[in-house]
């Protein structure tokens, strides 16, 4: 069975940069999407970004141009780099692997299959 654990997650100031990592224990397919994820309190959990087996992303309007989704390919372990960071950025962030083999990746809950336990992200003003 798949097991995934967040790491990185902290308190920074805001307009700071925070990396997350996910170590990824049993199987893992190269071909499995993988994804970052967060949910805020009294909030659902909403998609940050996605990455495909050959590198192409995808991210929510809310994020782009500040985070970076990348993976270890040898590792298959996806990570996170989190710039200019923002109050409204604090959440619990969840890495997940989507089982299933599909032709372009999007950080759409519904689609993933195995998660993460979290790792809590805050960001003071």
């Known amino acids: 069975q798949v097991q995934l654990v967040e790491s990185g997650g902290g308190s920074v100031q805001a307009g700071g940069s925070l990396s997350l990592s996910c170590a990824a224990s049993g199987y893992t397919d190269s071909r499995d999407c993988m994804g970052w994820f967060r949910q805020a309190p009294g909030k659902e959990r909403e998609g940050v970004a996605a990455i495909d087996s050959d590198g192409s992303t995808s991210y929510a309007d809310s994020v782009k141009g500040r985070f970076t989704i990348s993976k270890d390919n040898a590792k298959n372990t996806p990570y996170l780099q989190m710039n200019s960071l923002k109050a409204e950025d604090t959440a619990m962030y969840y890495c997940?692997?989507?089982?299933?083999?599909?032709?372009?990746?999007?950080?759409?809950?519904?689609?993933?299959?195995?998660w993460g336990q979290g790792t809590q992200v805050t960001v003071s003003s």
């Open positions: 997940a692997v989507d089982a299933q083999r599909r032709f372009h990746c999007t950080p759409n809950r519904q689609d993933y299959d195995y």
